[in-house]
């Protein structure tokens, strides 16, 4: 078979994408890795074919400064928030829509080419990032099955909808009528790495995968293997915390610091860029190494709650303190927290709280002193480790794709 993969731009929706990808061209089928050109370097280095189409959204830089902003300044969501929208007060849901029509101008800008390329390449199946509206249009257009892949608990939000749903976007539907084709708001099936234990919400049509970490290629550093004399904890914070502004890296520095003062060994992972904004550090930096490459030396995280970054490190089996700073990572801060292995602080709150770095240096000295946190780390790795492959995930797929084309 051809398999069109095609993701919504930023590497925490093309990383999730990889594992599958390769575990079909093992199994000996034809893909192609669709994206934008700011992305098209990341896509060749995972070794995929890559296809590149389309641009950078029609919305102006006002426009997504306002909407990073209005992200990072919210307060406290309920941590299942995306399976309960309906709840929601209505400046959330009209916060949502607007996340909703940026994702559909991220769509509008590639769909044109994509469906070009499909139309002449003809996939027999359209695996799309959960964001990326792009590709249920182009499997409509072409009358092809389409599967829906998430990337953790941040992917069970349905922005294609007017909140609370269940109907679409009227600039959602726009893009199926460019190619005369009914609206799609389902995937004939949904692909799941999340392990259930953090799921916040279950499709009825999904296939669980075991989550493998790939966070971009790299080699492995020197001096984190071996036995360790003291803890190591891991300082990442993502690639989107500095759209928050002024000093959103703040309590990241204040972690760094605590876990020095505790006599306990500090790595961080970020870019260059990222770690001069911070001065001297009382840590090794790892810039732009791979994140799967750098946790099985550390003992805990601290982190900006990332989907990619918190089922790596569950992946690793290792602790984790959540700094959330957005609606998205409030839902994986919570569910860590709520299957014991993790802790859950509020990156807004931080920011305004007169004693931060205390608050954050208890949380650390807990996490690493407490020895129920490493135990439901342990149980979260094991819970991934019991998914299924990718390899089976695929053999799955073609049997269901069988069963469509029949």
Known sequence: MRILFTFFGTRPHLYPLVPLAWAFRVAGHDVRLAGTPKWASDVACSGLPAVTVGG????????????????????????????????????????????????????????????????????????????????????????????????????AQRLEFLQPGPDPLPEYAALFDRFAVGVRTDAQTTVDPTPPGMRVVTSPASLGMRYVPYNGPGAAPD???????????????????SAAGGDSTRPFREAIDAIAALGMDCVVVTSAAEADRLGPLPARMFASVPLHLILPGCDAIVHQGGDGTA??????????????????????????????????????????????????????????????????????????ESQPAPSEVVRALESTMVTVGS
């Open 311 to 384: 089922l790596t490190a569950a992946a690793a089996g290792l602790p984790q303190l959540i700094v959330a700073a957005s609606p998205e990572s409030d839902m994986a801060g919570g569910r860590l927290s709520g299957v014991g292995a993790g802790i859950y602080l509020r990156h807004p709150d931080l920011r305004v709280h007169p004693a931060s770095a205390a608050v954050i240096r208890d949380a650390v000295a807990e996490l690493l002193s407490n020895p129920t946190y490493a135990d439901g780390a342990v149980r979260l790795r094991e819970e991934i």
């Open 56 to 155: 950078s959204p029609d919305v102006s830089s006002l426009a997504r400064d306002e909407l990073a902003e209005a992200t990072f300044t919210q307060q406290s969501w309920p941590v299942d928030w995306a399976a309960h929208v309906d709840r929601l007060d209505r400046g959330r849901q009209v916060y949502l829509e607007s996340v909703g029509r940026y994702l559909v101008a991220a769509a509008a800008a590639m769909v044109d080419e994509l469906v070009a390329f499909a139309r002449t390449w003809a996939p027999d199946l359209v695996v799309y990032d959960s964001f990326s509206y792009a590709g249920p249009v182009t499997a409509a257009a072409l009358g092809v099955p389409a599967v829906r892949h998430l990337s953790g608990t941040d992917s």
């Open 223 to 241: 001096g984190l293997s071996g036995r360790r004399r003291r803890p190591r904890v891991c300082v990442t914070w993502g690639y989107t915390i």
